[in-house]
């Protein structure tokens, strides 16, 4: 079946601090990766996305590489601010019968402390 | 802002009761679909609509129903209520919504709280 897995939250950072969240998935087939966030009170934004393998997706100086060697699409940040307080979700995508089909991660908090 | 509106926001309402939400895709997006966020279920797919048909079925009780309309808005009708329905209900949108590359953009949400 089609699974994603995150890390467990909540994760805890200082400003100015790298920020790694896992992200691993199963598939079948060659699905797209995406990674959403939520900000408190909000619906979900697209934060970046990659579609086959080796892409790599970056926004706002968030950057995801899709891994199909290890399954693996982590989203990486080199310096957090307090702003990026959120919940990040990491989903995948795939077409079936002609439908697409997202399965998110349960998510993971992230709070970024000043 | 994503493009996409929900109303209403909040939803406050008894066990046993009927409740209709209601969502209009971002312009130009012939997909509709209907997500439910729970603390215990975390983000499961409900129903996908296209161009006003049914396209996909996911994890949906029989208790609730959606529709597409000619205008391409969407509404979800949620009935027999019960407490564990309590959640936050998305509609996202998408140009297509066949291919698995393709962008779902999400909605504000709807919370409902039932009593």
């Known amino acids: 079946g089609n699974s994603v897995t995150q890390m467990e939250g909540p994760v805890t950072l200082s400003e100015e601090a790298f920020l790694t969240i896992n992200c691993t998935y199963t598939a079948t087939g060659y699905p797209s990766l995406f990674w959403y966030v939520q900000y408190p009170g909000e619906g979900l934004q697209l934060l970046l996305k990659a579609t086959k393998a080796d892409d790599k997706g970056s926004n706002k100086g968030f950057e995801a590489t899709y891994r199909k060697e290890t399954t693996s699409f982590h989203l990486e940040k080199g310096s957090v601010q307090v702003s990026d307080s959120a919940v990040y979700f990491c989903a995948l995508s795939v077409a079936i019968q002609g439908a697409q089909k997202l399965v998110f991660g349960q998510g993971t908090r992230l709070t970024i402390n000043p | 802002d994503s493009g996409v509106t929900q109303t209403p926001k909040h939803l406050i309402t008894a066990t046993g009761q009927r409740v209709t939400l209601r969502c209009s895709p971002r312009?130009?997006?012939?997909?509709v679909y209907w997500y439910q966020q729970s603390l215990d279920q975390g983000l499961q797919f409900l129903i996908q609509?296209?161009?006003?048909?049914?396209?996909a079925k996911g994890n949906i009780l029989e208790r609730f129903s959606a529709q597409q309309f000619p205008d391409l808005h969407s509404e979800l009708n949620l009935s027999s209520l019960e407490l564990g329905d309590s959640a936050l209900y998305f509609c996202a949108s998408s140009v297509e919504g066949g291919a698995s590359t393709d962008t779902q953009y999400f909605g504000p949400g709807t919370r409902l709280t039932v009593l």
């Open positions: 312009s130009g997006d012939l997909s």
């Open positions: 609509y296209y161009n006003g048909e049914e396209r």
